[in-house]
């Protein structure tokens, strides 16, 4: 039988193009991608969306867009920056949005292996920020992968691409990236009719 292609979602950075947290999402997606699966890429100011709010269903083509892209993923990898603490309120807020899938045949994240990374300017930052997405991600049914990537950025881990980044990090990232990619094949040839 022929393992389905799985999609996996990589979802994160800051509003700075291509900083720390975009840079280590994009190692782990290529990883993931190096074991087949397709990947989608939401990050950077594509997440900057109104805050989520309860009292209407109204949305606009970006939160249309993120939702229908969770919808449609077999697993996640998820990278926040640390912002004073925790995860950024850019990252929560696009999170927050998941509850519009609630009532799906696969509600939340109910199924799906979630990569989580954390990127700080110290590892207390970064350590809270991946312990943030742990908490959230199981509150939302996620399954976070094993291995979560912490990345302390004012030690000079992270590099432009994985070619000049600490190489320890880079094998950490693409462990992670290959564990969802795996697991989220895994899932979806279980859900898939046999023959």
């Known amino acids: 039988m022929t393992r ?31 074991t087949g699966a397709q990947l989608e890429y939401l990050t950077g100011r594509q997440l900057m969306l109104p805050i989520y709010d309860t009292e209407t269903a109204d949305r606009t083509p970006g939160t249309t867009a993120l939702i229908d892209a969770i919808r449609r993923a077999d697993g996640l990898i998820i990278a926040s920056p640390g912002y004073h603490g925790g995860i950024s309120g850019m990252i929560k807020n696009a999170l927050d949005y998941v509850e519009d899938l609630r009532r799906d045949d696969r509600p939340y994240l109910d199924g799906r292996p979630v990569g989580l990374i954390g990127v700080a300017h110290g590892w207390q930052t ?31 881990l992270m590099g432009t691409d994985a070619s000049d980044s600490d190489e320890t990090v880079v094998r950490q990232l693409q462990t992670m990236g290959e564990q969802v990619a795996e697991m989220a094949a895994l899932l979806a040839s279980a859900r898939s009719p046999r023959d």
């Open 4 to 34: 389905p292609t799985p999609l996996v979602l990589a979802l994160g950075g800051s509003t700075t193009p291509m900083s720390a947290s975009e840079r280590a999402l994009r190692i782990a997606g290529d990883a993931a991608s190096a």
């Open 126 to 156: 970064a350590v809270g920020t991946l312990h943030q997405l742990r908490q959230v991600v199981h509150s939302l049914r996620g399954w976070p992968s094993p291995l979560g990537v912490a990345i302390n950025d004012s030690s000079g």
